[in-house]
């Protein structure tokens, strides 16, 4: 039985001021008519997780602090991910990567894609964010959409919507497309790896 993976729409900044909530809503307003997977928004403000104190690596023992540990868990269940994040100095917001770092296993081998808004989109942030993402083995893809300083402005500074600018929901279409596909291929590909530790272990039935 093939069941829809679960994508998460992750929103990578958390202050008061943010703009992420325009692009995080657009999305959802875009996901909602497919039908081969199902979305959910990850809102990082849902997780207030300190700078990294943990004893341990996530890689070695799960975290002990309650957020982290509801973080770790929930991207255990996604099976692939969208990034909706600006770039700050060029880099990936801190918050992000501070969230990234409490979870490890449950991230491997499930696929992300992007998008991005800013001065010129977020490319070079969304660059940092692959490279990160394959440390802890996910399968970043190309595809993703960056919301440039033209629309960027305009949506945040003066009154545009995103109906204003349709292309850009026409480029998004190919992102997810693609981004299903892999989500798909890799659970598959998991939950066979699982089937045989089981059948190792004596618990097939
Ligand atoms: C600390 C900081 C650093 C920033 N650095 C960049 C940058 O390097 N490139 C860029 O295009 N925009 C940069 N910006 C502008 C952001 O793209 C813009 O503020 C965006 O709305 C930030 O995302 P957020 O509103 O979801 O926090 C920066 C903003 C902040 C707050």
Avoid: C
């Amino acid at each position: 039985m093939n069941v829809k993976p679960k994508i998460g729409i992750i929103l990578a900044t958390t202050r008061p001021t943010r703009f992420a909530d325009k692009p995080a809503r657009w999305l959802s307003d875009l996901v909602r008519g497919r039908d081969d997977a199902d979305f959910e928004i990850v809102d990082l403000r849902d997780y207030p997780m300190p700078f990294f104190e943990e004893e341990q690596s996530p890689a070695l023992v799960p975290p002990r602090n309650e957020a982290a540990l509801r973080w770790a868990r929930k991207m255990a269940e996604l099976d692939g991910y969208i990034f909706v994040t600006p770039e700050y100095n060029h880099g990936i917001p801190a918050v992000l990567k501070n969230a990234l770092d409490y979870a490890n296993a449950e991230y491997n081998r499930k696929p992300a894609s992007f998008v991005g808004y800013g001065g010129v989109g977020a490319a070079r942030g969304v660059e940092q964010l692959r490279l990160v993402l394959l440390a802890l083995q996910m399968a970043p893809l190309k595809q993703s959409v960056h919301i440039n300083a033209t629309e960027f402005i305009a949506l945040s500074m003066q009154g545009k919507t995103f109906a204003d600018y349709p292309y850009l929901g026409d480029s998004v279409q190919p992102l997810l497309d693609n981004l299903v596909w892999w989500a798909n291929a890799l659970k598959v590909a998991r939950d066979l790896d699982a089937a045989k530790r089981d059948t190792i272990h004596g618990k097939a039935a």
